[in-house]
């Protein structure tokens, strides 16, 4: 993403293990480990391969490499990850973040929130893109989860706190609302995040 000059600069540190600005002041990159991103062959891998099976083409990361960085500054690098698409249970896990994120926001306002592993798939099959990643969630979260929750909040049984428990209910996000007396007598201990159905 970045303009072709960023690439001298790290040549420079790459090279020298330090860094001069034009007043001469120097930054020591010695003992650093340099870790870089890149979405240098990102649009070879959106591309649908054609064929049988459609499956990923081999190389094609490499040669993506190969036509964005010079070879003085590929000669630099001691090794290039290809990042694959997320699988089934890293993506729960990401959910799973953005709920507690969610619930971390809602602590003092005394709610708490139970997640059935069904919601926390849809969520994750809504949410989640080949092409994207993960970025489109927190919209997800926001649409489904945040906005119904500001009502509640705001003018509803959530006013007190509360335990919202979120399930999946005719093939869309449900959400159910024990206020906080109810909540003080079903349960003790905070209940785990993840629920079984």
């Known amino acids: 993403k970045a303009h072709p000059d960023v690439y001298n600069i790290l040549l420079q540190v ?10 001469g002041r120097t930054v020591n990159f ?3 480990v340099l870790i870089m991103t890149s979405n240098a ?6 591309k649908e391969a054609i064929g049988f099976g459609r499956q990923r083409r081999e190389g094609e990361d490499t040669a993506a490499i190969e036509r964005t960085f010079t070879p003085e500054f590929r000669n630099r690098l001691d090794a290039v990850i290809a990042f694959a698409p997320l699988g089934k ?6 959910v799973e973040k953005f709920v507690l994120q969610l619930e971390a ?3 003092d306002r005394g709610v ?3 997640l059935t592993k ?12 080949d092409k994207m990643g993960a970025r489109p969630l927190g919209r997800v979260i926001q649409e489904h989860i945040k906005k119904p929750l500001a009502e509640e909040l ?8 509360g335990i919202v428990k979120v399930g999946v209910k005719d093939g869309q996000i449900d959400l159910r609302v024990e206020e906080p007396s109810r909540a003080r007598l079903s349960s003790k201990k905070k209940p785990p995040l993840l629920t079984a159905d």
């Not at 330090?18 to 007043?23: G, I, K, S, V, Y």
């Not at 062959?41 to 959106?46: K, T, V």
């Not at 249970?89 to 990401?94: A, F």
């Open 14 to 23: 790459m090279d020298h293990g330090e860094l001069t600005d034009h007043n």
């Open 89 to 94: 249970e890293v993506i729960l896990q990401v």
């Open 154 to 161: 705001l003018f509803g049984k959530l006013t007190k706190g």
């Open 118 to 129: 069904k919601a926390a798939e849809w969520l994750g099959d809504k949410g989640y893109d």
């Open 41 to 46: 062959g990102a649009q070879e891998q959106a």
């Open 105 to 107: 926001q809602l602590l």
């Open 30 to 32: 010695r003992n650093v």
């Open 112 to 114: 708490t929130i139970e």
